[in-house]
């Protein structure tokens, strides 16, 4: 079941530079999207979201763009902090808030200083 | 910030032992949920809860799981008879639905090891 998938495993960044990570999704019927941070031995920490009648969604250094022809999510981070270091998980449910998150396998992004 | 909390943090467990992890949901919340993670894997989604039953459940969440909301702060998830593949950390979400759609907010998870 790869209804969420982030291609890239990892990702390196130099500190203050922009970090974008990608999401692609094949379920027409997904109405959310959101991104998580996860820390070891930490549950994920919600960061953003966005709903599919938005293309834009913006919370300070962070922003998810949605392209929903291209089935495409980015999370834009800029700038990059050593704190921002951790595993990124895109997941999207359906239009009630109640439904499931269906979860991609995770970009680990490393902040270079 | 209000938090979910996970209790224990790693359960050590024989197989076919049977085994409760709890978790106490943010305390408006009216939609729980659990999730597993096996160990290099994606986070799967098990079972969501909402008025005392169960909302929905996925191909993983058989008969030898369980869930159960036994008073009106802990929710609990029991497997009734423990298999290696069982191994996983475990996370409960919850989240608010009251008003506008909102996000699911999870606790820092149980290691569950079957031996």
């Known amino acids: 079941d790869q209804q969420v998938k982030q291609n890239s495993p990892s990702l390196s960044v130099q500190e203050g530079r922009i970090s974008i990570l990608n999401c692609d999704y094949t379920n027409s019927m997904f109405d959310y999207f959101l991104w998580y941070k996860k820390y070891p031995a930490e549950g994920p920490t919600f960061l953003i979201s966005?709903?599919?009648?938005?293309d834009k969604n913006e919370d300070g250094r962070f922003t998810v763009f949605l392209n929903k022809s291209a089935k495409h999510l980015s999370l834009h981070i800029v700038p990059s902090q050593p704190g921002d270091s951790a595993v990124y998980f895109c997941a999207a449910s359906g239009r009630f808030g109640n439904e499931k998150l269906t979860f991609g396998t995770g970009t680990r992004l490393t902040i270079i200083p | 910030e209000p938090e979910v909390t996970q209790t224990p943090s790693h359960q050590v467990t024989q197989m076919g032992q049977e085994v409760i992890l709890r978790c106490v949901p943010i305390?408006?919340?009216?939609?729980f949920y659990w999730y597993r993670q096996i160990l290099g894997q994606k986070v799967e989604f098990l079972v969501s809860f909402y008025n005392n039953e169960i909302s929905e459940k996925s191909e993983i969440f058989d008969d030898q799981f369980s869930v159960e909301r036994p008073d009106g702060s802990n929710f609990t998830l029991k497997i009734r008879s423990t298999k290696l593949e069982d191994s996983a950390m475990y996370f409960c979400?919850?989240?608010?639905?009251?008003?506008?759609?909102?996000?699911?907010?999870f606790g820092d998870g149980t290691r569950l090891s079957i031996l």
């Open positions: 979400a919850s989240s608010d639905r009251e008003g506008l759609w909102q996000p699911q907010h």
């Open positions: 966005i709903s599919s009648i938005k």
């Open positions: 305390s408006n919340h009216l939609y």
